[in-house]
């Protein structure tokens, strides 16, 4: 067997003559057996021992061709360059890729339209900011990468003053971002539309033309403005709506925005605006609910001010007068059901029909309940049966009563309590003046403080009542127009003065106690609720006395002695004991005990003696 080491150079050639049947008759061509050449083995094949990865046993050919083979797997790329990078992965917040290098970028998901959508063997343009950073790792970036791409249109479009088509993607601080052909751009608030947007977050995903205010390519900041190309196309429609409108035009109109006090309309190149109270002849609480954004009206140019560009517009204009023939519909004394609109201080207005409205005044709501405001009787949106008591049609005013609808239970009060009659009630309130007993439900009538005691003046009625007694009165007057009962306490007892002149003889000693320092003289306590007057000439004082407090005190007690006893203006006169037997002047004894029965006369004549409504109220 022949080594395979051994170079075989030649196959010799032998020619042979065959027939069909194998039958050498002619002459073939020659065949030719190629040969290959001699393996000639290097020192590293022949040491069986040796280690591939020792440099040394390659020499410097070899060396340069094997690290050119290696340089042949990598792209030629550099940086500030845009590559095509291939998607191999993907992490929670990046997009991890192959751009030809050593090793792998990555681009976070945030500068992706839509993340999910990028999958493994995509091809994705990146900007290559660095081959590699601190960390040996490639820096990649999408965002510069679309903004180089399309750089050249933006300033192409800037420069000629041409908008742009863009889409608003977000809200941020100031303004909102706008995806203008795949680069983020800034979109100020005060530039998304001719007036403020109350809710920028409706617009997100639209699409709209802007114009591009504002490039800077190194910082890649764009400012871009909706709001001017809109006051371009304004301007244009306002010339020509300048020649079209006037003032009593009807003309549609889209309702643009909407205020506490109003509306706006677009009438196709300026806004007018609708006020509240030009939208209805009724009561109308906000504008929304008449209309709503984006309605189309029918409105009425009720004024035109070029020069401010201001438009009035009217929507009530257009419906037809309510108040026309008004007391005809309503006559005085009708019976009428309205919804209570508007609450005031002094009363409530029921709305009639949409455009009429009448008042109920406080003092028309009931007959006999002291109202201290509307809001205790009725509320808003409340159904409400009233009476007409007056129209009047110039000044559009229409004044309802509710407490017309009931009878007046004040007629039927003096049949039913004649003067003389006692009644029991509960005390209601106390004043400085009296207090109010209840007669009936919602009905009160006033004890005087006159009419509280035959015998001794009463300061304040907390001397004799507390409130919520129940006490028994005397009726003493009815006066159902004024809506006033006037009540006694004293006359359920009989006047005890004429017993008392009997008891109380002139010169007959006593012993009391002062009670009160008057200018003129004291008043004594002689018990059983019993008050005597000393005139000053009558106290025993040698010295002449500017007033009695020079010399005597409350609470002091004196023996006196009987010098007079008119059962007539109910007084008893006396005089201290030690005292020198002169007569007194009549003019000393005119104190506020003596005279606190006719004074309580007085202000019953003089209707003193309130409603217990009225005097409630006043106190």
Not at 14 to 33: C, F, K, M
Request: aromatic share 6%.
């Amino acid at each position: 067997m022949p080594d395979d080491t051994t170079p075989q150079n030649d196959v010799p050639e032998s020619t042979v003559d065959a027939d069909e049947n194998g039958d050498p008759s002619r002459e073939d061509e020659p065949i030719l057996v190629p040969v290959p050449e001699a393996f000639e083995p290097s020192p590293i094949d022949l040491d069986l021992d040796a280690d591939p990865r020792d440099d040394s046993q390659h020499d410097e050919a070899e060396y340069r061709e094997l690290l050119a083979l290696y340089e042949d797997t990598l792209s030629q790329i550099a940086e500030g360059e845009i590559v095509s990078a291939q998607v191999i992965g993907r992490t929670e917040t990046d997009i991890i890729l192959d751009v030809g290098f050593k090793s792998e970028g990555s681009v976070p998901l945030d500068e992706f339209q839509d993340p999910d959508a990028v999958q493994p063997g995509d091809s994705v343009d990146v900007f290559l900011e660095s081959l590699e950073d601190d960390e040996g790792v490639v820096v990649l970036s999408k965002k510069k990468a679309d903004f180089l791409r399309v750089w050249e249109k933006i300033k192409d479009a800037f420069d000629n003053d041409r908008p742009v088509n863009g889409r608003i993607k977000r809200k941020i601080k100031g303004g909102v971002t706008v995806d203008l052909m795949g680069v983020d751009a800034f979109l100020p608030g005060s530039q998304i539309a001719l007036r403020r947007v109350p809710n920028v977050d409706d617009l997100i995903g639209d699409e709209y033309e802007f114009k591009i205010l504002k490039l800077n390519k190194r910082r890649r900041n764009i400012v871009v403005s909706r709001r001017v190309l809109l006051e371009e196309e304004r301007a244009g429609k306002r010339d020509q709506l300048k020649e079209e409108l006037s003032v009593g035009d009807v003309r549609a109109g889209v309702v643009k925005n909407i205020t506490d006090f109003g509306a706006f309309i677009d009438l196709g190149g300026m806004d007018g605006l609708l006020h509240i109270t030009d939208m209805s002849w009724g009561r109308i609480g906000h504008p929304s609910e008449v209309c709503d954004i984006g309605q189309t009206l029918e409105i009425k140019i009720l004024d035109i001010d070029w020069d401010r560009e201001r438009i009035s517009l009217g929507l009530k204009q257009l419906q037809e007068y309510p108040w026309k023939n008004v007391a005809d519909k309503y006559p005085v004394g009708t019976r009428v059901l309205g919804r209570v609109v508007s609450i005031t201080n002094y009363g409530a207005f029921i709305e009639l029909e949409r455009g009429i409205e009448g008042l109920v005044h406080i003092s028309e709501m009931s007959w006999t309940r002291n109202v201290r405001h509307p809001s205790q009787l009725v509320g808003i949106n409340d159904k409400v049966e009233c009476v007409v008591l007056r129209v009047d049609e110039d000044a559009q005013k229409i004044s309802l009563g509710m407490k017309q609808v009931e009878e007046d239970p004040w007629l039927a009060l003096p049949a039913r309590y004649p003067p003389g009659t006692k009644i029991r009630g509960l005390v209601r309130n106390l004043t400085s003046f009296g207090a109010f007993v209840e007669v009936e439900a919602g009905i009160d009538g006033l004890v005087h403080i006159s009419d509280m005691s035959w015998t001794r003046r009463v300061q304040h009625p907390a001397e004799v009542f507390r409130k919520s007694d129940e006490v028994e009165v005397v009726v003493l007057s009815i006066d159902p127009d004024q809506k006033r009962i006037s009540l006694g306490l004293k006359q359920v007892q009989e006047d005890p003065w004429y017993q008392l002149a009997q008891s109380y003889q002139p010169g007959r000693e006593v012993q009391g106690s002062i009670s009160r320092l008057l200018e003129k003289g004291v008043v004594v306590d002689l018990g059983s609720d019993l008050e005597g007057f000393v005139p000053i000439s009558q106290l025993g004082v040698e010295e002449q006395l500017a007033e009695p407090a020079e010399h005597f005190e409350e609470g002091q007690k004196l023996d006196l002695r009987v010098l007079e006893t008119d059962p007539i203006n109910r007084r008893i006169v006396l005089a201290v004991v030690d005292a020198p037997d002169v007569p007194y002047d009549a003019a000393e004894v005119e104190y506020e005990n003596m005279a606190g029965a006719q004074a309580g006369s007085s202000n019953r004549a003089a209707g003193g003696k309130a409603s217990g409504a009225d005097d409630e109220a006043e106190a």
